[in-house]
């Protein structure tokens, strides 16, 4: 069985408090890297589903429709965005941007305020909160529909003015953040203190692509992306669960098979270095270290570890465990050692 794992922002940005992560270490160390080409998560799944025509990091992705396709509903011929819930901040010349990762925001809140904004879009588009922090725009007709390329976990404290959707989106959006404005929802956040939600990040416009391709049996994901690609490929699917054992006891013995595990992709963001130990700790337990011993074992044959947002992977057979040379180095030195080539790029 060959098991590959795509953990994004695997590497930290920040020197990191001490933790104990051996297994992964060890999996770091021991395996044989190969570089690529850095892609945000989003932009790395859609190229190993065989879609071609999404080159560059620049180039939008269709995450609104296969976000849909992902919650059941049907993406048909429509247009589709992802139209996320955030908090916007202004500092003086610059808004910053929360996106819903730094903030709880129950179910009930998301269905009020998306049907505080139905009459808003009635006739041009068709809004729905398929989970309170992932809501998709359904286009009516031939409207605007070019968003941003972002998603807004990528732009968590970065100031939005480079990446707002086109101008033909800001009187919309203008409306829609009156609309927010004073809704009983935000009120009630206010006076508890959480973030209010007085936008929509608009974002991943496109149509649900015609075919999708993949050479997984199976994919363990939550990433509503990777579940519609998955869908679209027709590939078998279901959630993470409790970890790596819970999915080995179901696995088959043979084929490949992808897990995409993003835990670590909001805290990183929102630079919360606590949040990001927890869930490397989280990670090192329920995944690493028990697909380390599936390894020594020969229960896997071969395990691939995917960093997409550093350009690295890491490909481990039983044999290459017994490279005793190649000995661990902390989590902390492959984010130093992807920082310096990223500014050596630049330069």
């Not at 691939?304 to 947002?309: E, K």
Request: a neutral charge.
């Amino acid at each position: 069985m060959h098991l590959e794992l795509v953990v994004p922002a695997l590497f930290p940005a920040q020197d990191l408090p001490p933790c104990s992560l051996p297994a992964l270490e060890l999996l770091l160390a021991r395996g044989r890297r190969t570089n690529g080409v850095a892609a945000p998560l989003e932009t790395w799944l859609c190229r190993v589903f065989g879609l071609n025509e999404i080159p560059a990091e620049n180039i939008s992705i269709p995450a609104g429709a296969l976000t849909a396709l992902a919650h059941g509903l049907d993406p048909g011929a429509h247009l589709w965005l992802r139209a996320d819930p955030v908090h916007l901040r202004a500092d003086r010349d610059r808004v910053f941007l929360v996106p819903s990762h730094a903030f709880a925001l129950t179910a009930a809140e998301a269905e009020e305020l998306a049907a505080a904004l139905t009459p808003l879009l009635a006739g041009k588009f068709v809004l729905h909160a398929v989970r309170p922090d992932q809501w998709c725009l359904r286009i009516e007709g031939q409207g605007q529909s070019e968003g941003s390329t972002k998603p807004p976990v990528d732009l968590a404290g970065a100031n939005v003015d480079p990446h707002l959707p086109p101008k033909p989106w800001h009187p919309l959006l203008t409306e829609i953040q009156m609309a927010l404005h004073e809704h009983p929802v935000n009120t009630a956040r206010e006076q508890r203190g959480d973030p209010v939600i007085n936008s929509l990040w608009l974002w991943g416009a496109g149509k649900l692509p015609a075919a999708a391709s993949g050479p997984w049996q199976s994919l363990v994901a939550n990433d509503a992306v990777a579940i519609g690609l998955a869908r679209n490929a027709g590939v078998r699917h279901r959630a993470p669960g409790a970890g790596a054992l819970e999915w080995l006891g179901r696995a088959p013995e043979d084929g490949r098979h992808l897990a995409v595990l993003d835990d670590l992709r909001g805290p990183q963001a929102l630079g919360d270095l606590d949040a990001r130990v927890r869930q490397l700790l989280s990670l090192e337990e329920q995944w690493f270290a028990p697909l380390l011993a599936a390894l020594k074992a020969g229960r896997i044959g071969m395990l691939t570890l995917h960093v997409p947002d550093a350009a690295a992977s890491f490909e481990a057979v039983r044999g290459d465990l017994h490279r005793f040379w190649r000995r661990p180095r902390p989590l902390g030195a492959y984010g130093k050692d992807h920082a310096r080539v990223m500014e050596q790029a630049r330069a």
